[in-house]
């Protein structure tokens, strides 16, 4: 029982930091101020303090420590991951067109007999006679 709740707390332990550690990474915003070299190549202001961690967010906001943390250029581009471009080509089910300009129809005598059948085993729908109340 002791050996379980041992494991079970190094369990929650284990999922706390992990979370931290989740939530830590999360925060990087895209940079605002990029400088373009003349090559193209985009670098970071550095001068600009930009909130790049949860724990920078801690350290240097709630406690007052103004650039406890150094800032460093990361590369925000996109992983190589999300740059496998899949096209994905979609058919519309219906479309909205205006009506057409003729409608051919047959005469009632030109109809085929296949037709007419199945129309003769519908009959019409008669409804009961409305109940009168006293």
Do not use: W
């Amino acid at each position: 029982m002791k050996k379980r709740k041992h494991s079970l707390l190094i369990y929650r332990v284990f999922c706390f930091i992990m979370a931290l550690h989740v939530i830590n990474v999360s925060i990087d915003t895209r940079d605002r101020c990029v400088i373009y070299t003349e090559t193209g190549e985009a670098h970071e202001d550095l001068s600009i303090n930009d909130m790049e961690s949860f724990v920078e967010f801690i350290v240097e906001d709630l406690l007052g420590m103004a650039n406890a943390i150094p800032e460093h250029d990361d590369p925000d581009e996109d992983s190589d991951l999300a740059k496998l471009l899949q096209e994905y080509c979609f058919s519309p089910v219906f479309r909205l067109l205006p009506p057409a300009p003729q409608v051919v129809t047959l005469e009632r005598e030109e109809q085929p007999e296949s037709v007419e059948k199945p129309m003769r085993l519908y009959q019409e729908i008669t409804s009961p006679p409305p109940r009168q109340t006293a």
